[in-house]
């Protein structure tokens, strides 16, 4: 069982990035799949969310009408666009996947390797 991170880097404010996460050894059919991020000395914290049951989507008011989240079940695979990305923004972005959304990281079932995004001039 795997959740594979990808498509963080450096971008300027404004700018864009999209992350990807691949599901190996469960579906996405089955499972929330969720994006978290962690800034240096502060408390991972839930971004976004895409609920298995009924398709809701989640967000954190902070990135909201900035951010959305989608999944491809085919390709087994999440995906975070992240448009007019701000320094605050910067972070290491993890995917999850869990039964449901919850804000509470602990009780994921799945994690992948978090992926650096640099937001700066």
């Known amino acids: 069982v795997q959740l594979q991170a990808s498509g963080g880097g450096l971008v300027q404010p404004g700018g864009s990035l999209r992350l990807s996460c691949i599901a190996s050894?469960?579906?996405?059919?089955?499972?929330?799949i969720a994006w978290f991020r962690q800034a240096p000395g502060k408390e991972r914290e839930l971004v976004s969310c895409f609920e298995v049951n009924d398709d809701r989507k989640y967000y954190v008011n902070a990135v909201k009408g900035r951010f959305t989240i989608d999944r491809d079940i085919a390709k087994n695979t999440g995906y975070l666009q992240m448009n007019n990305l701000k320094p605050e923004d910067t972070s290491v972005y993890y995917c999850a996947g869990h039964y449901y959304c919850s804000e509470a990281s602990s009780i994921y079932k799945y994690w992948g390797r978090g992926t650096l995004v640099t937001v700066s001039s």
């Open positions: 050894g469960f579906s996405l059919a089955d499972f929330a």
